[in-house]
């Protein structure tokens, strides 16, 4: 079995912290039903998918990673600083996620099982 890139795993991890914080953060306004609430919520939660299954090397997280970064990149383009900001970590993550070591780890875990 291969061993994961620290960048991965840096990576994932912060995706489970930011999809866990989020949604405690946001928690609130759920129970408050606020209209997009549950919006909000459903993408702190797929951080947190994201973040678990990158650390056991499936494909598709990385996939998803790729598109949920992108997703707040196109959310964020009425402001500038969020926009800036969210944009150095689309093309980080892309960096991170596309890097031959990553693509290594990957291909590798396909086949096999992995826990965290």
């Known amino acids: 079995m291969r061993h994961r890139p620290i960048t ?3 990576l994932a991890c912060l995706y489970l912290v930011v999809g866990l ?3 405690a953060a946001h928690f609130h306004g759920l129970l408050m039903r606020q209209p997009d609430a549950v919006w909000v919520e459903l993408t702190e939660f797929l951080a947190v998918v994201i973040g ?3 650390l056991r090397g499936h494909d598709w997280a990385r996939w998803l990673a790729v598109v949920w970064i ?3 990149v196109a959310i964020s383009l009425h402001e500038p600083g969020k926009l800036l900001v969210h ?3 689309f093309i ?3 960096w991170i996620l596309f890097a031959p ?3 290594r780890w990957f291909d590798s875990a396909a086949g096999e099982p992995h826990l965290l």
């Open 70 to 72: 992108a997703f707040h």
């Open 52 to 54: 678990i299954f990158l």
């Open 101 to 103: 070591a990553a693509r």
């Open 21 to 23: 914080l989020g949604f």
């Open 87 to 89: 944009s150095i970590f």
């Open 8 to 10: 991965v795993t840096l």
């Open 92 to 94: 980080l993550f892309i």
